[in-house]
Every structure is written in structure tokens, then in C-alpha cells.
């Protein structure tokens, strides 16, 4: 089982999150969307911020380890955490993947 | 359950559509994703235009409710609306989900 | 059953690519989103590069031909194909996806 993790997050952090997450093998790839604008409640109001998107690629596997280290690098109190599940998918790219995530220590 | 639900729309309506639907706690967050192209088909023929994604986070208690204000809000004949489940999430983020949805009157 | 399919791709081929699959009816829309960076492992380093991102709407049904053209048309060895499958959409837009995917000949 493999996932689509999608993470909000402030701008300056975007890059340095991604390069992370690929750098320690918890994910195999992630993409940065940028120019997102986000409306949200916290504590009771509608609030309004920059966001960039990360689109995190990953396994059901290194996912509770993916999750931990996000929260650990994460400015936010409660960050937003997303897994979609994919079943159909490219065979080479599931290969590809699994192997990204593999430790060559 | 949770869902992420992506609506396409004209880049001028994507802010006001977002801000409405997290106001009438009809969602917890919004993101609008903006400088995006579509290509599609339409009476037959292959149209293009520019449009801004909105990538809508909600329950699927709220989902029926979520869609018919959509409907209302939006300017196309056949708006896309689409919803993803996901089951895996961090869950201090689950819990501030369903607490942005709650009514406070 | 529907699927959004994502794709990453170098920025110069994503249009291309996009009006093929709605021109061959093999998706009913294509949303470009630009602008994104995207880090990933390749040959056992860490990579970076400008990418886009397509959502391709297309139909279970469909995707077995779907990914075999992108397949063709992508520069990549191994692209990211991965498809995500959604169960609630408003249903005047799945009827019009089918209705979208439909040969007229």
C-alpha cells in the first residue's frame, strides 16, 4: 500500500521539510506546490495565510515514522497530516519507490 | 471519516467561495491552489481556460450539506466536485476537524 | 468508479500532454498546476527540479489505455503515475466525465 501525504505548510519551510524527508528515506519524492493562499478556523475565528503544499510521497510502512518526523519538523501546533491511499499506479514507479525508502546502510 | 474534497473554479470566485465555506463551518480549512490551466471537453469540443483549485477539508457527515452549498456558490452548469477519503491522518488534526465544524450557537 | 490521476512532469511538455488525453478522449478534464519544485531519490542521490503537476479525470474503465499513452508521450524513465480513486462526486459531473470519455465515431 502506498500513499499521498499531503502537507501544509509555511513557505520558507517548504523546501528544507522536502529535502529532509527524501535525505532520510521517508519519502521517495515530494513536490512543492507553491502561491497557495489558505482560509481556516483556529480558536473560534476564520483566519488567512501563505501556504505551500507537500505533496509527500510514501509507503503504509514508513508512514507512522514519516508522520512523527513531520510533527518534529513542523512549526505548526497541530500541522495538517493527510495520507490518501493509491492502489493503481504505475508498476516501475511502485518499484522505484519501495526501493527510495530502502535503507543502504 | 474525512475527506478532502477538490472543487475547480474561476480564479476570481476562489477566495469568496473559501472564505464562505469555512465560515458557515461547512469546512475546517480551505487551500486555494491558484495560477493553475485547465483543459476539457465541453459540448464536444476540447476548451481551455484558467481556474484556481480549492482543496476543501471536511467529514463526510457534513459532505451533503458541503455539496449543495457548492452548487449554490458556483458559477458552472456542471461544477467539478470531487471527494477523496482518507483514513489516515494525524489525529490532533482529526479531532481540531471536527471541532471546526461543530456549531457554537 | 472515477479516478483522479496524478502526474508530474517537466513544465514545457504539461499542455501538450493535457490536450492529447482530453483530445483522445482518454480524460475528461486535465487541471496544470505550474510552478512546483519537486525533490527526489534518483541512482541513490537526491535530486531536485522545476515541475508541473497534472489531475487528470478519467474513469477505472479508462486507465489502463490512459496509462499506456502517457507512458508514450512522457521524457521519463519511470514516471509518476498514481491513481487516486473518489466514490462521492456530484453526480451531474460523473455523468458528465462518462459522457466525456464516450467515442462519438
Do not use: C
Request: proline share 7%; net charge negative; charged share 25%.
Amino acid at each position: 500500500m502506498s500513499l499521498v501525504v499531503m502537507v501544509t505548510i509555511p513557505p520558507e519551510r517548504a523546501h528544507d521539510v522536502a529535502r529532509t524527508l527524501v535525505t532520510e528515506r521517508l519519502a521517495g519524492s515530494v513536490n512543492v506546490v507553491g502561491g497557495m493562499h489558505s482560509v481556516y478556523r483556529w480558536q473560534g475565528e476564520v483566519a488567512e495565510d501563505p501556504e505551500s503544499l507537500l505533496l509527500i510521497k510514501t509507503t503504509g510502512e514508513r508512514y507512522p515514522e514519516l508522520e512523527a518526523r513531520i510533527r518534529s519538523l513542523h512549526p505548526y501546533e497541530v500541522p495538517e497530516i493527510i495520507a490518501l491511499q493509491f492502489d493503481r499506479a504505475l508498476p516501475e514507479f511502485q518499484s522505484w519507490l519501495r526501493d527510495a525508502l530502502q535503507d543502504r546502510r
